[in-house]
Structures are given as C-alpha cells and as structure tokens.
C-alpha cells in the first residue's frame, strides 16, 4: 500500500491522518516571522484579536506569498482521490492559540468548543467524507500549549455535538511536530486545548467539491491580477474556476477549464 492510500484508508476509518516533515525550521520560522508581521499591524491599527487566540482570516489579503501554503501536492493529490479533481478552499485561518495581554481590542475565540467543520440538513450531519481539513502546524502541538482535541472515528456520526459537552474520556489531543500537515474529515468533533504563554501557530484550510459555497469570494479578494499569475492549482483552488456566471448569456456552465 502506497502513503497515498494509507493516509486515503486512515481518513476513511479514523478520520484523521498525519503527514510529518512537510515543511523544513527554515520554512517555519520564515512564515511565521509572516504571521507576527500581520498580528503586529493588527494590533496597531486596532483591528480586533482575542486575547486567548489570535486569528488571521484570510491571510494571502495581507502577504500574497502566504497563499503558497493553500496548495500542497500530497494534500492535493489525497484530497483529489477522496473528494475529486474540481476540490476547492472554503476557508483558511491563520491561529495562535496563545495568552496575548496587548490586545486593545477584542475579537471572538473561533473553535474553543466543541464543533465539526462540516455542514448539517434537518440537523443531521451530512455523510462523511464531503469536506476535510488540513491543519498545517508552524509549533508543536502538545497537550500543554493547546493542541487541538478531537473525538476518533466522530465523523462516522451524523449528530451534532454539544458545544461544552464533557467528553473528555473519549477525546485525544493532536500530538505532532512543527512542520507538519494533519488532515482531518470535516466532521469530526473536535476543539481547541486551553491557550498559554506559549506559541500554538497552526493553519486551518477548508477543501471541499467545487459546488459547496466558499466563505468568501476569493477572486475579488485577491484580483483578476493575481488569478493570471497563480498556477493552475492555485486557481482552481481559490475558486477562480468554479465561480458561477452572472447570468446564462456569459455562460450555462460553472466549471470553467
């Protein structure tokens, strides 16, 4: 069996696979030399942060450099194999789960309770298998700094989990090295462990069919300038193939090629 298809069979079984050394110290340490960047200027122009998590939405809006980490080529080619060629990003979050006094203006805390990322009709969880996510880590996790916790093999239920439901027995944490890629089917129950003086950068990027609706419309967030430079997996990826036409004159398809 090839890594390919054992991380394809562990996602299918456990809803969580591990992908170690992705990315190099060098490559870490520049990218969140990035991120601090970014914080640093939120906070100066008092754009809104979380004391106990510090978030950056959409981070290629402020370093267009930044959108080299949504493409990964063994992500890519898992996710090709389990949702389909045409996959697109629904979102990216940039997070450090981490104790910071400086804030002057408040924002909320995005996952400290219990959740899927995964969507729900007649509030039964859609099968699994629709959506995943890829958790790029730029620190360790570890069970002290607030690596995330997930509930194994959660993403064969179809209900909703309790936002602070106790299921302390049946959760892990995500233990992995900075560096890493961790990929996680979009329904399974997890959250974020308690923040502290210590850094916990990750990124969370949202894959999903081409016909689920992005978050944001990326083509106008990062221009028609940007769409012509990208490679043909960035463009796809930030939906600038996938966005339906203005009426049926422009065309009948969505799908562009």
């Avoid at 960047?37 to 942060?49: A, E, H």
């Avoid at 909320?108 to 959740?115: A, I, L, P």
């Amino acid at each position: 069996m090839t890594s390919i298809n054992k991380h394809i069979q562990n996602l299918k079984v456990n809803g969580i696979t591990y992908l170690p050394r992705e990315y190099s110290k060098n490559e870490i340490e520049h990218y969140k030399n990035k991120f601090e960047k970014i914080v640093d200027n939120f906070k100066k122009n008092k754009v809104p942060l979380n004391p106990n998590c510090q978030l950056i939405r959409n981070p290629y809006r402020h370093d267009l450099e930044l959108s080299k980490l949504i493409y990964h080529k063994k992500v890519d080619k898992i996710l090709k194999n389990l949702i389909g060629d045409d996959h697109i990003l629904v979102n990216s979050t940039i997070i450090n789960r981490k104790l910071s006094r400086d804030v002057s203006k408040h924002g909320v805390n995005m996952g400290d309770k219990w959740h899927t990322d995964s969507h729900y009709l007649n509030k039964k969880r859609m099968e699994k298998g629709l959506t995943y996510v890829a958790i790029t880590l730029f620190d360790d996790f570890t069970k002290e700094n607030g690596g995330t916790l997930y509930i194994p093999k959660s993403h064969n239920k179809r209900s909703i989990p309790k936002k602070k439901g106790n299921y302390n027995k049946l959760s892990k944490f995500i233990i992995a090295k900075a560096g890493s890629i961790v990929i996680i089917d979009g329904g399974i129950w997890h959250k974020g462990g308690s923040p502290n003086s210590q850094d916990r950068w990750s990124m969370f990027s949202y894959y999903a069919p081409w016909f689920i609706k992005p978050y944001f419309r990326f083509p106008e967030m990062l221009g028609e300038k940007f769409g012509k430079k990208c490679n043909s997996e960035l463009k796809r990826l930030f939906h600038y193939n996938s966005t339906p036409p203005l009426n049926e004159e422009e065309s009948l398809y969505t799908l562009k090629y």
